[in-house]
């Protein structure tokens, strides 16, 4: 079975500060990471993965088998990146795609 | 480009009352998914399709739900009768391929309050 969790559902940092947000995960094979974010009123869409090992939006995301974590990471936070983040996992069983119950990112000004 | 269309983008229905959703993806994609997100919950995957055939359908409830994709364009849910726990909303999603790193692209969803 696989599963994503994300330990914190509220987050808020001051514009300007570091932000990460914490994703874990339990896949017995070699899985695939990603994040998508839903900004407010739009539509859920995919802000890393980390096959593409590319930096989106100032944010990266370091696959950590030993820890089985993807953490999502920014160093200067701006307003804008305030949004619902999920992180999911799939394998190599098939494309079912497994959501995290997703953080809630505040940048405050 | 639109995006994948869903219709209606809100809906609310009595208990035992039968309810429809439909999902148009974007053109040339030939994967299609459905998805229900309870509220403070990440999506959860109903039903994928390729082309026409429904390739992974384990987590549909099939005693009241039912999806189709006749001809591998448009999709179409449903639910018959609706239950309160029902409430949620329903996310259509579309891709190039079934790959594991394709992205998939998600529409607008469908909330559905049952009282």
């Known amino acids: 079975a696989q599963r994503v969790t994300q330990p914190e559902k509220l987050l808020s940092v ?3 500060a570091p932000v990460e947000l914490k994703c ?3 896949y017995s094979g070699s899985p695939e990471l990603f994040w998508y974010v839903q900004y407010s009123r739009q539509r859920l869409q995919l802000l890393l993965r980390h096959i593409s090992r590319e930096s989106i939006k100032g944010f990266t995301a370091d ?14 936070a701006q307003e804008e990146d305030s949004a619902m983040y999920y992180c999911a ?7 079912r795609l497994t959501f995290g119950e997703g953080t809630q990112l505040t ?3 | 480009e639109a995006g994948v269309v869903q219709s209606p983008r809100y809906k609310i229905i009595e ?23 309870n509220l403070g919950q990440g999506p959860e995957l109903l039903i994928r399709y390729e082309n026409e055939e429904a390739v992974d359908d384990s987590q549909l409830p099939k ?11 448009d999709s179409t849910l449903k639910i018959q009768p609706a239950e309160l726990g029902d409430s949620a909303v329903y996310l259509c999603a579309s891709s190039l391929d079934p ?14 309050t049952v009282t």
């Open chain 2, 63 to 73: 005693d009241r739900f039912s999806a189709e994709r006749l001809k591998g364009v």
């Open chain 1, 24 to 26: 874990n995960y339990s």
């Open chain 2, 99 to 112: 790959g594991l790193e394709v992205e998939q692209y998600f529409g607008p969803g469908t909330r559905l």
């Open chain 1, 63 to 76: 696959l950590n088998k030993g820890e089985t974590s993807f953490h999502l990471k920014k160093p200067f």
């Open chain 1, 89 to 95: 996992l799939t394998g190599t069983s098939g494309s």
């Open chain 1, 107 to 109: 940048v405050n000004p």
């Open chain 1, 14 to 16: 001051f514009k300007g």
């Open chain 2, 15 to 37: 208990k035992k009352q039968p309810v429809a959703f439909w999902c148009n993806p974007i053109s040339g994609h030939n994967t299609l998914y459905w998805y229900r997100q």
